[in-house]
C-alpha cells in the first residue's frame, strides 16, 4: 500500500504565498507524474499542475506565472508554491501520484486533501 501525506495548507492573504508538500511512502517501485488537483466548493475538481518523473511540468492557465511545481524523486515528494495567491484559488488541494509499486502494478494514489484559504 502507499499513502500521500500532505501539509502546507492554511489562511492566507490576498497577494501572499504558501508551498505545499506531499510525501509519497510505501511499497513504491517507481512514480510517474505527480499532480496537483483542486476542488472549490459546489465545483469540479480541476487539475492545477503535474511534473513528470523527468521534471517536465504543465500548469492551468489560472496559474500559470503563479504557481511552481516541483518533485524530489530520491524523496517522493512533489511541492507546489503558490505566489500572488488570490482569493478564487481558495479550495481543497488535493496530490495525486501514478505509482507503480511491488503488488499492484500501476495504481492511482490520493492524499486526503490539504485546504487553502485566501481572503481579499
Known amino acids: 500500500q502507499v499513502q500521500l501525506v500532505e501539509s502546507g495548507g492554511g489562511l492566507v492573504q490576498a497577494g501572499g504565498s504558501l508551498r505545499l508538500s506531499c510525501a509519497a511512502s510505501?511499497?513504491?517501485?517507481?512514480?510517474?507524474?505527480m499532480d496537483w488537483y483542486r476542488q472549490a466548493p459546489g465545483k469540479q475538481r480541476e487539475l492545477v499542475a503535474t511534473v513528470t518523473s523527468l521534471g517536465i511540468t504543465n500548469y492551468a492557465d489560472s496559474v500559470k506565472g503563479r504557481f511552481t511545481i516541483s518533485r524530489d524523486n530520491a524523496e517522493n515528494t512533489v511541492y507546489l508554491q503558490m505566489n500572488s495567491l488570490k482569493p478564487e484559488d481558495t479550495a481543497v488541494y488535493y496530490c495525486?501520484?501514478?505509482?507503480?509499486?511491488?503488488?499492484?502494478?500501476?495504481?492511482?494514489?490520493w492524499g486526503q486533501g490539504t485546504q487553502v484559504t485566501v481572503s481579499s
Open positions: 510505501g511499497r513504491i517501485f517507481a512514480i510517474n507524474t
Open positions: 495525486h501520484a501514478g505509482v507503480i509499486d511491488y503488488v499492484s502494478g500501476y495504481t492511482d494514489y
